[in-house]
């Protein structure tokens, strides 16, 4: 009579390389320590599949469903759908942007930051009023002002670089900050929510260069019509 063989098992580990074989009772201790977790790859080779720990009926006791941690920001997806660039992105989707937001708190007059400081987050006004502004020669300059629903420092999730001009609160003002960092980890551990985010931002930035196009030309036009030169 043929014995059934016990199924062999291989850990992906946090060093990219596959662990193993091991035997069912190994990867029971692992789990039992905390060095397997819910989320762990594994390997089965009867079964010829790679899935996370928690998904494999003999390690999903041990391991239980994980309930995510709570966003820092303490909003639910509805209410982060009221910024402009996260509209589009469906209930999941803004679901896990939550983790990786982060609450500010801005008092009025005070400056989020200053005309080349290092661009390294884009900022939504959850509450509150801010403006971006440009001194010269002492005198401040107005450039855009933002309300509840928008963003500013897009492209800060894209390239490195300097800020174009100060951002000041006009009022107390409650914002959500997606740092760079974060942004790079989303692309790479969240590629169902990085393609959406990507082209949300992509096409705030098109819309921004195209109304900044069309206002260069209109002043050049004007312009031209106030010195007597035909357009």
């Not at 060095?35 to 010829?48: E, G, M, P, Q, S």
């Not at 390294?120 to 002492?138: F, K, P, W």
């Not at 897009?154 to 107390?172: F, H, K, M, P």
């Not at 914002?175 to 959406?196: G, H, K, M, N």
């Amino acid at each position: 009579m043929e014995t059934q063989r016990a199924p062999a098992y291989y850990v992906w580990g946090p060093d990219h390389q596959a662990r193993g074989p091991a035997e069912l009772p190994a990867l029971v201790s692992d789990a039992r320590q905390g060095r397997l977790t819910a989320d762990t790859w594994v390997y089965r080779d009867d079964a010829r599949a790679w899935r996370r720990a928690a998904d494999w009926p003999e390690l999903k006791p041990l391991l239980g469903p994980r309930a995510p941690a709570a966003p820092a920001s303490g909003l639910t997806p509805e209410q982060l759908r009221r910024i402009k660039i996260f509209a589009e992105l469906d209930h999941a989707q803004l679901a896990t942007l939550l983790h990786y937001l982060e609450p500010v708190e801005a008092r009025q007059f005070s400056v989020l930051f200053r005309k080349g400081d290092p661009g390294d987050a884009m900022y939504s006004v959850l509450a509150g009023e801010v403006r971006a502004r440009e001194i010269t020669a002492g005198q401040e300059r107005t450039l855009f002002t933002l309300t509840a629903g928008d963003s500013f420092g897009e492209l800060a999730l894209l390239i490195e670089g300097e800020r174009a001009s100060d951002v000041v609160a006009n009022t107390d003002t409650r914002l959500l900050r997606l740092p760079a960092a974060a942004f790079a980890r989303i692309v790479q551990e969240e590629p169902s929510l990085a393609a959406p985010l990507l082209l949300a931002v992509a096409r705030t930035l098109a819309h921004r260069a195209r109304a900044l196009g069309e206002r260069l030309v209109a002043d050049l036009t004007l312009a031209q019509v106030a010195g007597g030169i035909s357009v």
